[in-house]
């Protein structure tokens, strides 16, 4: 079946450094959908991407999804202690969203 | 709008025993998720309910059911615990009535299995 790979599973970095996390399926995806979780919180949707090469921001975050469409990264510049949590892509199987193991952001000031 | 509701937020069972969830969507969502998440296991899907109806289930065990009332509220059950279910049950709601779109997650309730 359909599975989402995201790597790396941790980072740890310098207030200011920047980061990237990275997603891949299996298969052809027909979106993909990102999402945050602060320590303790529950996840929270970032954004979804729909179109073949799409690239979308938010601030400090850049999100792009593949030509493929079936791999996408979420880039934070110059990250800030606010940006810590675990980062999660999601793509849709049918009727359920499928997620990828998510990689844990630390950010030490 | 009131977002999605989980009750309960932490309980504690023992092995063997039984446990309801309870979610409450958002208003006008009519599709509910739940997924378990444990640290070493990520992100797992459970079953997702619409208009009462499950479309889809997860790998688990038949231990685990659900199910979904006409106001689109949903809940989870667990039979026979095991020390491995202790976890954080998300409930999550959705728009969507096809293709799985964006979800809002409650805030979850947290098993303690002893």
């Given at each position: 079946g359909q599975q989402v790979m995201q790597i790396p599973q941790y980072q740890h970095v310098q207030e200011g450094e920047d980061f990237t996390t990275y997603c891949n399926s299996s298969t052809t995806l027909s979106n993909i959908q990102w999402y945050k979780q602060r320590p303790g919180g529950h996840p929270v949707f970032l954004i979804q991407l729909v179109k073949s090469g799409e690239v979308k921001k938010q601030k400090r975050l850049t999100f792009q999804f593949g030509e493929a469409k079936k791999n996408s990264s979420l880039h934070i510049t110059?990250?800030?202690?606010?940006?810590?949590g675990t980062y999660f892509c999601a793509g849709p199987r049918g009727n359920k969203l499928v997620f990828g193991a998510g990689t844990i952001l630390r950010v030490k000031s | 709008k009131a977002g999605v509701t989980q009750t309960p937020r932490y309980l504690i069972k023992t092995r063997g025993q039984q446990v309801t969830l309870s979610c409450s969507p958002i208003s006008g969502h009519r599709s509910v998720s739940w997924y378990q998440q444990t640290p070493g296991q990520g992100l797992q899907f459970l079953f997702e309910y619409f208009s009462e109806t499950q479309r889809n289930k997860g790998?688990?065990?038949?231990?685990f059911s659900g199910r979904q009332f006409s106001n689109s509220r949903s809940e989870m059950n667990v039979s026979?615990?095991?020390?491995?279910?202790s976890a954080l049950y998300l409930c999550a709601s959705s728009l969507a009535d096809s293709e799985a779109g964006e979800l809002f997650f409650g805030e979850g309730s947290r098993l303690t299995v002893l």
């Open positions: 110059a990250t800030q202690t606010t940006d810590v | 790998n688990f065990p038949g231990r026979t615990l095991e020390l491995g279910d």
